[in-house]
């Protein structure tokens, strides 16, 4: 697993490697414009796993509006990221198929219905460990999404289990 200390690093390192098509990276220090390097370089990228507790929504758009081809994204201690980094993500990213979010801070209806709208392909999301989700926001997401198949709940406030029941009976 990678691990840039700084923007710089970062740069550096993803400069050589412009047909990357999967990276799994810890991003923990990296700023927005980091992000923006990354997508910027990586632009053929298709999968990108990584961790970065500086990640917030601004960040997040900055990175998918380079990654117009990314299919998996999966990102980890992202306590800043709201509703309206899920929305930037479902704009940008409207080959999506897996979704896996964990440790947000809060994810409304209006991220979740973006994502149902404009990623036909989503098969798998995963929001684990975060703080308030919809249940509209989920049940939108998972009638309006044919191709979905997988979806994770895992220690979401605010869902109770008739809700839960709702969803999938």
């Known amino acids: ?52 507790k500086n990640l ?18 999966n990102f980890n201690e992202a306590y800043n990221v709201t509703e309206a980094g899920i929305t930037h993500i479902a704009l940008n990213c409207l080959k999506l198929r897996v979704l896996r ?27 684990s460990h975060g703080g308030p989700i919809s249940f509209e926001g989920v049940q939108a997401l998972t009638e309006k999404s044919r191709n979905l198949r997988y979806v994770q709940l895992n220690s979401i406030q605010h869902v109770s289990d008739n809700e839960i029941e709702i969803l999938f009976y």
């Open 1 to 52: 697993k990678l691990a840039p200390q700084n923007d710089e690093e970062l740069d550096a390192l993803t400069k050589t490697l412009p047909n990357l098509e999967s990276l799994d990276i810890d991003l923990g220090v990296i700023t927005d414009d980091g992000m923006k390097l990354l997508g910027n370089n990586c632009r053929n990228l298709r999968a990108l796993h990584f961790n970065s």
């Open 56 to 73: 917030t929504d601004s960040g997040l758009a900055r990175l998918t509006q380079s990654l117009p081809h990314l299919e998996i994204l």
């Open 101 to 127: 979010v964990l440790h947000y801070r809060q994810i409304e209806k209006a991220g979740l219905n973006d994502l149902a709208n404009h990623c036909p392909q989503l098969v798998a999301v995963e929001f």
